[in-house]
């Protein structure tokens, strides 16, 4: 979410799938049909790009809004497992841990989402207080606001996603 708000390039957006999502993500249980050409055959000006990247930001503040009321978050998190867009995995010690799925053709707010999801499936109880700095949409998952020091944005830019005004504040985003 972070630098959304400020404008991202298609460098940037591919910075991001590459470097910060693509290692997050577990592989495919299987294999996808190939019914588009690759994404170097196709052409997306910076205007296609931007909007994308907009639509995955007005999709991840909806889901925050919702995964921060438990009632809601729950049959999100179990479509999501059941779906493929998020799976199961043991790490190193046995226990279970979520991770979002590397699959070629997810769109973009799905892959963002995946990652929200599988955070919260994680670790639920960081979502009981999540708040997001509208200038630059740093979000913060404690009661303590901690912001960068690059953005300008003071403590009253923060937007709370309680129950209510996350539910609010998605429907109007």
């Keep these: 979410m972070r630098g959304t708000t400020i404008g991202w390039s298609r460098r940037d957006l591919a ?3 590459v470097c910060q999502y693509a290692p997050c993500a577990a592989p495919a249980s299987y294999q996808e049909s190939p ?3 690759p994404a170097a055959e196709r052409a997306l000006d910076d205007g296609i790009v931007e909007g994308i990247i907009l ?3 007005r999709s991840a503040l909806r889901l925050l809004g919702e ?3 438990p ?3 729950s049959p999100i998190a179990r479509l999501a497992v059941a779906s493929g867009m998020v799976v199961s995995q043991r790490d190193a ?7 979002p799925v590397k699959l070629k053709r997810l ?3 799905d892959r963002v989402a995946s990652l929200f999801i599988a955070d919260y499936l994680n670790r639920p109880t960081d979502y009981r207080w999540l708040a997001m700095c509208r200038e630059c949409g740093e979000l913060s998952f404690s009661d303590e606001l901690e912001h960068s020091s690059w953005c300008a944005g003071s403590p009253e830019h923060w937007m709370a ?3 209510a005004e996350a539910i609010t504040h998605a429907a109007g985003e």
């Design 161 to 163: 996603f309680t129950a």
């Design 67 to 69: 995964l921060v009321v």
């Design 15 to 17: 910075d991001w799938l």
């Design 107 to 109: 769109r973009l707010a």
């Design 71 to 73: 009632w809601q978050a």
């Design 93 to 99: 010690r046995g226990a279970v841990a979520y991770s």
């Design 35 to 37: 019914d588009l050409p």
């Design 55 to 57: 639509d995955a930001r």
